[in-house]
């Protein structure tokens, strides 16, 4: 079964910081990642998907970065903003199934 | 609509009534997933539909729970005889094509269930 996991749990920076959050997954067998942020109350909203073909995806002062084969995903944020507070959710899709598995979340501040 | 639409977006039920949650997602996303989410913890799957295909009801926890799509669109999740532990979030989305497509999910807001 796959397992993914998210380090750190939380995170606290002061504005105007570039910053990296982990996300690693067991089975290197998958089709595609997925970054989210949730806000507090809120659903999931899609910040990047990246195919298992490609290495990153970039919007805006965002960027994601997928190794594969050893299992890991990153996603920079840079100039962080008070507005990009919010717990943000990595998701593997794998190759074989239907549903995509998440891990517990990075919960960020951005301290103004 | 312009997102995926859940409802009630809170619902408090007293332990051992019925719960109705809906989905109504993007207009002609064919597929379909409900997840729950408890306090402090991941997403759990709970069933995915692909247009006229069989669900994949792999993740529901107990036959407690039921779940329809209706002409490939309206999704309902039913929770009989609700118990304290089926507290949580219930969230749904959808995406353009299935699971295999490379296509970016979408999520609505979440229907937060509290049982008492």
């Known amino acids: 079964k796959q397992e993914v996991t998210q380090i750190p749990a939380a995170l606290s920076v002061p504005e105007g910081e570039n910053l990296v959050l982990n996300c690693s997954f067991t089975d290197s067998a998958i089709y595609n990642l997925q970054w989210f942020r949730q806000d507090p109350g809120k659903g999931l909203t899609s910040l990047l998907l990246i195919q298992s073909s490609q290495r990153e995806q970039t919007s805006g002062r965002l960027n994601a970065s997928l190794d594969k084969s050893s299992g890991r995903s990153t996603l920079y944020i840079a100039a962080s903003q008070p507005g990009d507070s919010a717990t943000y959710l990595c998701a593997v899709r794998p190759i074989a199934g239907n549903q995509f598995y998440f891990g517990t979340g990075t919960s960020l501040t951005v301290i103004p | 609509g312009a997102g995926v639409s859940q409802s009630p977006s809170n619902k408090v039920t007293e332990k051992g009534k019925d719960v109705e949650l809906r989905c109504d997602p993007i207009s002609g996303h064919t597929a379909l997933y409900w997840y729950r989410q408890s306090l402090g913890q991941g997403l759990e799957f709970l069933i995915y539909?692909?247009?006229?295909?069989?669900?994949?009801k792999s993740g529901l926890p107990s036959d407690r729970f039921s779940a329809e799509r209706t002409g490939g669109s309206v999704s309902t999740l039913t929770i009989q005889r609700t118990q304290q532990e089926d507290s949580a979030v219930y969230l749904c989305?959808?995406?353009?094509?299935?699971?295999?497509?490379?296509?970016?999910?979408?999520f609505g807001e979440g229907s937060w269930l509290t049982v008492v």
């Open positions: 989305a959808s995406s353009l094509q299935g699971a295999h497509s490379g296509n970016t999910i979408y």
């Open positions: 539909f692909q247009g006229n295909s069989a669900p994949d």
